[in-house]
């Protein structure tokens, strides 16, 4: 897989980054089953697929996306600049990443169309 290709990519490990632009938007950790575990543990339960949202940035299982610049409204959801990383690769890939709220959690968009979500906030 070529850098910058990001939202294909979805087996491997994720890394960890300093908060974000999106500090003040997203209140906390949403993700599904794997990626809550990895948010209170701070380790990966080793599944091969997972999605963690934080004030800092996405974490999945082979990439992370660091909220990087200011955040913008536009319409009901929330645009924020980030750098992605992709497991196996030096470089990062810049990225505006749309946060749209979606029954109690977010959907995170990607500008080629890929999706994830909705991704619901993590149960203490």
Same mark, same amino acid.
């Given at each position: 897989m070529r850098p910058g290709h990001l939202p294909a990519l979805l087996f491997g490990i994720a890394l960890a980054g300093p908060a974000g632009a999106a500090a003040d938007i997203v209140d906390g950790s949403y993700g599904d089953a794997?990626?809550?575990?990895?948010? /209170?543990?701070? /380790? #990966?339960s080793g599944a091969d697929l997972f999605f963690l949202l934080n004030k800092d940035g996405v974490t999945t299982a082979a990439s992370y996306c660091e909220f990087k610049g200011e955040a913008k409204q536009v319409g009901g959801a929330t645009v924020v600049p980030a750098e992605c990383h /992709?497991?196996?690769?030096? /470089?990062?890939?810049?990225?505006?990443?749309?946060?749209?709220?979606?029954?109690?959690?977010?959907?995170? #968009?990607?500008?080629?169309?890929?999706?994830?979500?909705?991704i619901m906030r993590c149960k203490k």
């Open positions: 794997e990626g809550c575990h990895y948010a /209170e543990t701070g /380790e #990966s /992709e497991e196996g690769y030096e /470089e990062t890939t810049p990225h505006e990443l749309t946060l749209t709220p979606d029954n109690g959690g977010y959907t995170i #968009s990607f500008p080629d169309g890929t999706r994830w979500g909705p």
